[in-house]
């Protein structure tokens, strides 16, 4: 609340809130058609030749996700803390803290396992389509935020540029660094997947 409740009455915010989850979700399912068949890959060959150090790295992944996904029950069975109360600021510093290490560790492992694997580069160039997918997803995303916050404002004012942001933070200014973020790192990812296909090209 505020915003369930508005996404339910006004059809525009309810509409490109479920653009954001439809973005996600296709997003996460190209990420795994591309990324599974090279963790399968990069494990036979870890077995076959009995380099188990690769194994731990692919593991890190889940492990890491396990214990962000942990903390975050464990947080939201604490309850929040009161809204004047610092340790409010801490446990959200220690929540974000904990996902950036676990997602910087998982890519940094995956990574050294895919280098020490010798994996068959056509898995590589099929990869390729599915990152392009997953690029474009996170673009319809963080265009479907700004129109979000478009018709959040207009449909529900009050809302929007109230005080319901991050830690009890202005509205309208987390979504502007929501939306920063977002459209820093849709960047990123097209860039990638352009030089991938120009890379398969060549």
Do not use: H, K
Not at 64 to 77: C, D, E, K, N, P
């Amino acid at each position: 609340p505020p915003f369930t409740t508005s996404a339910a009455d006004q059809p525009a915010v309810g509409w490109t809130y479920a653009a954001v989850v439809g973005g996600a979700i296709v997003s996460l399912i190209a990420v795994v058609v591309a990324g599974v068949p090279m963790a399968i890959a990069i494990a036979r060959t870890a077995v076959e030749r009995r380099r188990w150090r690769n194994l731990g790295l692919l593991a890190v992944p889940p492990i890491s996700l396990a214990v962000w996904v942990a903390l975050t029950a464990l947080l939201i069975a604490l309850g929040d803390p009161p809204a004047g109360d610092p340790w409010r600021i801490v446990i959200f510093l220690v929540w974000v803290g904990v996902f950036i290490v676990a997602a910087l560790a998982s890519t940094v492992a995956v990574s050294a396992a895919a280098l020490d694997a010798e994996v068959d580069g056509s898995l590589y160039r099929r990869a390729t389509t599915p990152a392009l997918v997953t690029a474009v997803a996170m673009a319809v995303v963080a265009a479907a935020v700004v129109l979000w916050g478009a018709a959040l404002a207009v449909a529900s004012p009050a809302a929007f540029w109230g005080s319901d942001g991050i830690l009890g933070s202005s509205t309208p200014l987390t979504w502007l660094g929501v939306v920063a973020v977002m459209v820093a790192a849709t960047c990123f990812a097209v860039r990638a997947a352009i030089r991938a296909r120009s890379d398969r090209a060549t």
